[in-house]
């Protein structure tokens, strides 16, 4: 069982209250630092520090966001980083917080009676979706490293798309690899994502066709084989 305490009331509200709000800051943090990187050659300096200011500011977002909760939970803050260790996590590598929009799309299903799609669905496409995001970060963070560094393979933001792509399939073709410490630090936490949301998919699917096999037996009548 979790030792993570229920959520006092005050923190469930401002959770309600900023789940809209996160989620704006998540995805300008995300476009402006993508817009930094990818145009930091034919932007001009004072378009670079307007997204420079929007990333900065969508992360003091998250900090004040952080600190409520904290304050909230009535906890002291050891307890409260050793019980919320993922939203830490976010908070220090702020590029993984378009990731918790996944969550958000969760939370909205669990207020409807029935949620849209099944769980062996939904375990797909949350995973489809963090995958996505996560290669989409990790590429413009391997790429503003790698790009400029001595005896660089991954020179373009194609190629860094092309090495998330494999690193995340856990395949690791070796014909673009990282030399940065930043770089070969990203690859570490990407191909231990890739090996957990590959293992979630095929868990869940593997789930998925023993019930769809297990409901037709049930369905056949007595003594009826598929052989016979």
């Known amino acids: 069982m979790s030792d993570r305490p229920r959520n006092p009331p005050r923190q469930e509200r401002w959770d309600r209250?900023?789940?809209?709000p996160l989620a704006v800051a998540s995805l300008a943090f995300l476009a402006s630092y993508a817009i930094r990187v990818l145009g930091r050659n034919s932007l001009s300096q004072g378009w670079l520090d307007l997204c420079l200011a929007v990333t900065l500011t969508s992360w003091a977002a998250?900090?004040?966001d952080y600190a409520v909760r904290l304050r909230l939970s009535g906890l002291g803050p050891l307890r409260f980083v050793r019980t919320h260790l993922l939203d830490t996590v976010v908070l220090l590598i702020p590029l993984l917080r378009p990731v918790r929009m996944v969550s958000i799309y969760e939370r909205l299903q669990r207020r409807r009676e029935k949620p849209r799609l099944s769980l062996y669905a939904r375990v797909m496409v949350y995973s489809g979706l963090t995958v996505s995001l996560l290669g989409f970060a990790g590429a413009l963070v391997v790429f503003?490293?790698?790009?400029?560094?001595?005896?660089a393979t991954i020179v373009t933001f194609g190629d860094a798309v092309w090495w998330a792509c494999s690193t995340l399939a856990t395949v690791g073709y070796g014909d673009v690899v990282p030399v940065t410490p930043v770089g070969r630090l990203t690859a570490v936490g990407m191909m231990a994502c890739g090996l957990a949301l590959l293992g979630a998919v095929t868990g869940s699917?593997?789930?998925w066709l023993i019930q769809a096999f297990t409901r037709?037996?049930?369905?056949r009548p007595p003594g009826d084989s598929p052989g016979a």
């Open 144 to 151: 503003q490293f790698e790009a400029d560094a001595p005896g």
């Open 216 to 219: 037709e037996d049930e369905k």
């Open 62 to 64: 998250f900090i004040v």
């Open 205 to 207: 699917f593997s789930s």
């Open 17 to 20: 209250l900023m789940e809209t």
